[in-house]
């Protein structure tokens, strides 16, 4: 198998689709955290809506660590299955486009 037949060490796609979940069901979860709190409450006060989205922004901080985290942790497994190096200066947290330009 040759090197552009592999598939990549970390699934993007996948990640992406698990964020974007993620993000749809914390999303739904404030509106209808706001809209319990509204009913039950003193009625649809924008403040309260105000403390849910903050809340909700927490979480979705925090669930994009453990989703990014995750798919770090599986392609590190992922590269050492495969016997490639993740370390050197083709390895970088910069994206391929600013490291090109730094070397010119």
């Known amino acids: 198998m040759t090197e552009r037949d592999r598939p990549p060490i970390v699934d993007w796609r996948r990640t992406a689709r698990r964020l974007r979940m993620l993000l749809v069901v914390i999303a739904g979860l404030v509106l209808l955290a706001w809209l319990v709190h509204s009913l039950t ?8 809506l105000a403390e849910f989205a903050g809340l909700g922004l927490l979480l979705a901080f925090v669930a ?8 770090a942790v599986r392609g590190l497994l992922e590269a050492g299955e495969r016997g490639e190096r993740l370390a050197g200066s083709d390895v970088s ?12």
């Open 64 to 71: 994009e660590v453990v989703v990014v985290g995750g798919s």
């Open 41 to 48: 409450g003193d009625g649809f006060a924008l403040t309260a």
């Open 93 to 104: 947290l910069l994206p391929p486009q600013l490291t090109r330009r730094r070397r010119r």
